[in-house]
């Protein structure tokens, strides 16, 4: 189902909206083909994997008049420590609650106005809510962090590793493998409902949702905020621009290895390939969107969104449609596309999310 929001949207924006659903089955001549859903599972899987380590998890509890603040850390890997933030109801007559997991955006972190004021919502709602840093963001940032330092330099040592054996993927992919751990991590608490666990992210923290949520089956409910996205969709037409810009210096910085007086195509390509390897094909947004049916899953996204372009999202929704068609589970699919919105995190956004989470979580 495909509902554009606004009390006053044009008929012709609806049309025009519908028509590039089907209109965008192939790019620039080729057709969009998609390895089968167990592959895209299982190599995503192997790609992430590492050695399992305990999650040592600590945290201090906060009891206000409102809700239940817990503060506190586990362990992904052996020293990577991941930074917690837990909001839950006061008072409640179940032992167990249903989680929701909240992801920040690039340069952000757990203690964001918008995803604090998200985890006291979903904690009023009757929800536990959970939002970690993802990686290089936040407390796993440091000092000296201006303008987002440390997450470009994690990626431009990235792609200057020639190990293989020692690559990493600090772009998306190693905060994906945090979330598996994070998940490991929930369903071990006393007060947790382990087959209710949400998830929804803005942004970057959206697209880690769509990775980490399509291949993670004890993720019940999604919902990716401005995130869906074809990356091969946007290197194809030219509309890389805004993905890049949210790690610049990494792409300048590559540019000037590859012997470019600026950035293009072909060595974004370059950077995409070395530390997201398969984003532009089993592992983009449309092929994984897949995974999702038939769980419950809600995409919202903007019309004018600089960094997920509508042309490439339409692709992800008529990727998800299908998919959703052939389990016979499309009322628990639905898209939302906000008109003449850029690249932002709406009041409408959250108003959608929380009543899908309380419908089917």
Same mark, same amino acid.
């Given at each position: ?196 666990? &949400?998830?929804? %992210? ?5 697209? @880690?949702?769509?990775? !980490?949520?399509?291949? /993670? #089956?004890? +993720? ?21 621009? &805004?993905?890049? %810009? ?5 792409? @300048?910085?590559?540019? !000037?290895?590859?012997? /470019? #007086?600026? +950035? ?98």
């Amino acid at each position: 189902m495909l509902i554009k929001s606004g009390l006053q949207v044009k008929h012709f924006l609806w049309l025009t909206s519908l028509l590039l659903i089907f209109q965008l089955e192939t790019t620039n001549g080729q057709p969009y083909s998609y390895v089968p859903e167990s592959k895209v599972e299982k190599d995503f899987k192997a790609l992430l994997a590492r050695p399992a380590t305990t999650p040592r998890p600590y945290s201090i509890t906060t009891v206000t008049d409102s809700i239940v603040i817990e503060k506190g850390y586990f362990y992904s890997e052996e020293t990577e420590k991941v930074p917690f933030l837990i909001n839950k109801p006061v008072s409640s007559k179940l032992k167990k609650l249903p989680v929701i997991i909240v992801l920040h955006g690039t340069g952000g972190s757990k203690d964001d106005r918008d995803i604090r004021a998200l985890l006291y919502h979903f904690s009023k709602l009757g929800f536990m809510s959970i939002a970690i840093d993802a990686r290089f963001h936040g407390e796993r940032a440091g000092t000296n962090n201006k303008n987002n330092r440390r997450y470009n330099d994690a990626i431009i040592e990235a792609w200057e590793n020639r190990d293989p054996k020692k690559q990493a993927h600090p772009f998306f992919f190693d905060t994906v493998y945090d979330l598996w751990k994070l998940t490991d991590y929930l369903i071990t608490r006393k007060d947790v409902e382990p087959s209710r666990i &949400g998830m929804t %992210g803005i942004s970057m923290g959206g697209i @880690e949702t769509w990775m !980490a949520a399509s291949v /993670d #089956k004890r +993720i019940k409910v999604s919902v990716p905020v401005i995130a869906a996205q074809s990356f091969k969709w946007s290197l194809e037409n030219n509309r890389w621009q &805004g993905r890049a %810009g949210t790690i610049r210096a990494a792409h @300048e910085k590559v540019a !000037a290895d590859l012997g /470019d #007086k600026t +950035i293009n195509s072909e060595n974004v390509k370059a950077l995409w390939n070395k530390i997201l390897p398969g984003i532009l094909d089993e592992f983009d947004c449309p092929s994984m969107i897949r995974l999702f049916s038939p769980r419950p899953l809600l995409l919202l996204s903007n019309a004018e969104d600089q960094n997920c372009p509508l042309p490439g999202a339409e692709i992800v929704f008529k990727s998800a449609q299908e998919a959703y068609q052939l389990k016979n589970a499309s009322a628990k699919l639905k898209i939302n596309v906000t008109p003449n919105e850029p690249h932002r995190f709406l009041p409408e956004h959250e108003k959608l999310a929380s009543e899908w989470f309380t419908k089917w979580l």
